[in-house]
C-alpha cells in the first residue's frame, strides 16, 4: 500500500520527547505517560532546530496526546506559532496491549520474540488497531495539508506517515529512522534527519 499523491507539502515531523513508559519499554498507544527531564530536553533540542531551519509561515498540527501536546508546545514557544491539535496523529491503538511492557508480551506472545520488524508486530494487538485502518487516518491528515507544516506526533506515527509521502510501503516501516530529539524534515520527497 503507498499513497496515490505524488506531492506534499513541505514537513517537519517530530516524535514526542522520552516519556517515562518509554523508559520501561511499556506500550503506551493511546495511553500516556509524563515526559522525563531528557524528554523535556529533546523537546528543547527539537525548538532549537525549528527555530534554525523553518523559513515563513508554517503550521503546527500535534496529536492530541499530553505527551505529544508538551513537546509541541516546549518545541514551537518563542517561535509565535499556534498549535492545532488532531487525533489522526495519535499512535497506533493498542488494543489490551497498551499499558504492557514489551517483555511481559514477548513472553506470553512467542511470536513477537520472533519477528523479523520491529513495528509490525504492534499491529496484531487484540482489540487494536490494523495497519490499514492507521494509514487511512494518518493519509487523512496528509491529505488536508496545503502548505508548509510541523507535525508533532508518535514513533509508529511517524514512521507511517514518512513512508506515505515518502512512496515507500508501509509495511516497511523499519526502513525510515526513528528518533527522540530529532527532526525530519521532507521536501520535494526527499527526507533528511536534523540532529543538533
Not at 50 to 79: F, K, W, Y
Not at 135 to 163: D, N, W, Y
Not at 165 to 176: K, M, N, Q, Y
Amino acid at each position: 500500500m503507498t499513497t496515490a499523491r505524488l506531492e506534499f507539502p513541505e514537513l517537519w515531523v517530530l516524535r514526542h520527547g522520552e516519556t517515562e513508559w518509554n523508559t520501561e519499554e511499556r506500550l503506551q498507544g493511546l495511553l500516556d505517560s509524563p515526559l522525563t527531564a531528557v524528554g523535556l530536553d529533546q523537546a528543547r533540542a527539537q525548538g532549537r532546530l525549528l527555530a534554525a531551519h523553518l523559513s515563513g509561515p508554517v503550521r503546527v498540527i500535534s496529536s492530541d496526546a499530553p505527551r505529544a501536546m508538551r513537546t509541541a508546545e516546549i518545541a514551537v514557544s518563542g517561535l509565535g506559532l499556534v498549535i492545532e491539535s488532531d487525533p489522526r496523529l495519535a499512535e497506533i491503538n493498542l488494543g489490551r496491549w497498551q499499558g504492557r511492557t514489551v517483555q511481559e508480551l514477548r513472553a506470553e506472545y512467542p511470536d513477537i520474540a520472533r519477528a523479523t520488524d520491529p513495528h509490525l508486530w504492534k499491529f496484531g494487538a487484540p482489540g487494536g488497531e490494523t495497519l490499514g485502518q492507521m494509514s487511512a487516518r494518518v493519509q487523512a491528515v496528509l491529505e488536508g495539508l496545503t502548505g508548509p507544516t510541523v507535525l508533532v506526533t508518535h514513533g509508529v506515527t511517524s514512521r507511517l506517515l514518512r513512508c506515505i509521502v515518502l512512496g515507500i510501503p508501509v509495511t516497511d516501516l523499519a526502513s525510515v529512522p526513528g528518533g527522540q530529539g530529532v527532526v525530519h524534515h521532507i521536501r520535494d520527497g526527499k527526507a533528511q534527519i536534523l540532529s543538533a
